[in-house]
């Protein structure tokens, strides 16, 4: 019981001293939020959105799954991104991975079964493609692939045909430095529209 009487302290904490910092901060936040980022993330413990961004409350919604996948049937993400897109209207979508994904690593070594078998289908698929490729590397293109999968999503491409600014991020994560490196895969538009690509 200690550990989660400890929690309920901490946030009486952190409350008071947000409080103290900026009296109107919950005030503000109770009326409305108006984040400009969506993440998608990897559930791991290590990778918190908001304290490796430096991000408030109110400042980013957030989606986290095992290994970040980015899959259509899901209902939960689904949710999130037209809820994100057309209701909240972020401008951002970060996907964002990490090295030393244990999704990753467990399906590189094939120690997955069940239900997180099914839930790593893309990985193991995106692996087929790849020979000899390290874990660091799986990581990344796991990423790239879900950048990808979001780009060719209805409810995004229905915001860039209204024109709408959405621009879908790949970033990865180092546990061991604590550092973000952009992959550089970013997607703005629709990539079959000629119009668009020319402006
Ligand atoms: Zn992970």
Known sequence: ???????????????GRVRAENPDFFRKLEKQQSPKY???????????????TGLLPGEVFVHRNISNQVVNTDMNLMCVLQYAIEILRVKHIIVCGHY?????????KNKVSGLLEHWLDNVKTQM???????DDRMCELNVTAQVRNLSNNTIVQ????????????GWIYSIS????????VSQNELKDNPVRRSR
């Open 177 to 184: 430095n604590g550092l973000i490196k952009d992959l550089k």
């Open 1 to 15: 019981m200690k550990d989660i009487i400890k929690l309920l302290d901490n946030n009486r904490e952190w409350a």
């Open 100 to 108: 030393g994904c244990g999704g990753i690593e467990a399906i590189m």
């Open 158 to 169: 229905k915001a860039w045909k209204q024109g709408r600014e959405l621009h879908i991020h």
């Open 38 to 52: 969506l993440w998608i993330g990897c559930s791991d413990s290590r990778v918190p959105a908001n304290q490796i």
């Open 128 to 134: 087929s493609k790849h020979r000899a490729i390290t």
